[in-house]
DNA sequence: CCTCTCAGTTCCAAAAAGGAACCTTGACAT
DNA sequence: ATGTCAAGGTTCCTTTTTGGAACTGAGAGG
């Protein structure tokens, strides 16, 4: 399967995967909810090379997450800023931000800490149910074919 | 950069990508919460190839997000289960499946409905507050350095 | 024996990534 | 007018990673 087959495919994770999948894309988005915004920005924070930073940047405007607008007229420069689309990926980089701290932090600590500002306090996320608000782990979830679905999505067993 | 270099960043992000920051990764995780276990299950449904898919079974193996046990002896066979480790990547997936319904789905509509069944409804992911329990956003967000920060992390310029 | 299943491994061609140099637009200084 | 600088790219070539398909090995079952 190619990279453009996957955002054919009729599940969720794949049409996400097809356009956050990669390991740069992830680091390019993480650099933007830090509010960077340039080219050469992202460049010198990221180690990545020039061709592969402005193809996913590319990639991420076309896909909506992003918006190249210019910040300055003669010459012409551009910077990019998430989207509110972009914007809403904002639960996948918490995720992965807190199962780094709590999986994969060394004995200095978590690099970064998070404040919520309409409690001030540092916090970690926790995802919860839209419906009775109550926390959601694994367990708690039962996996139902939806409107969308093809048969073959689901593995069977119930569970 | 290349993926070894990753691990070592300190970057939260930049270290769980240096383990699930793949779309087969993500793939192979997004089945594995769907109660899939085996080599050949897992090549029937990604239409990944075989070597990629046990390089990066092995892979998540050597991470501890999954773990090889036999389910029979003679011809002894193995099955790959998530780890504890790897069920707290729930959160993660849960996130991006969200992502994909929201802004992906077809006019089908979603392919994958979640039940919880603490509340018996079908609800969507809400990412809170550890602390108080509210809803948490980008824009609540304050990110400050932590104990194990690089000063060359944050971007500068206040939120 | 012969064939089948599951779980891999091997080999080769094709695609993607890394690295370094080059290009363009305009500002500013000499 | 010439030279240099900065931002934001693009080009070219080499190294790495994938895709695809075939092969292996340990039993089971006829």
């Not at 399967?1 to 390991?23: F, H, P, Q, Y």
């Not at 001030?120 to 979830?141: E, I, K, N, Q, Y």
Request: with cysteine; net charge positive; glycine share 8%.
């Amino acid at each position: 399967m190619r990279w453009n087959e996957l955002k054919r495919e009729a599940c969720s994770v794949a049409r996400t995967v097809s356009v956050i999948g990669d390991r740069w894309t992830l680091l390019i988005l993480r650099d933007c909810f830090l509010r960077v915004r340039r080219f050469e920005m992202f460049e010198a924070r990221l180690g990545i090379t020039r061709h592969i930073l402005a193809d996913r940047l590319r990639k991420l405007v076309k896909a909506g997450v992003l918006a190249r607008v210019p910040y300055q007229a003669r010459p012409r420069r551009y910077e990019y800023r998430l989207t509110d689309k972009g914007l809403d990926l904002h639960p996948v980089i918490m995720a992965i931000v807190h199962w780094g701290d709590v999986h994969m932090a060394g004995k200095a600590g978590r690099p970064l800490l998070h404040e919520h500002r309409a409690c001030g306090h540092v916090f970690d996320p926790v995802l919860s149910c839209s419906v009775c608000a109550g926390a959601v782990t694994a367990r708690d979830v039962l996996v139902r074919p939806g409107p969308g679905a093809k048969s073959s999505l689901l593995a069977g067993e119930a569970r």
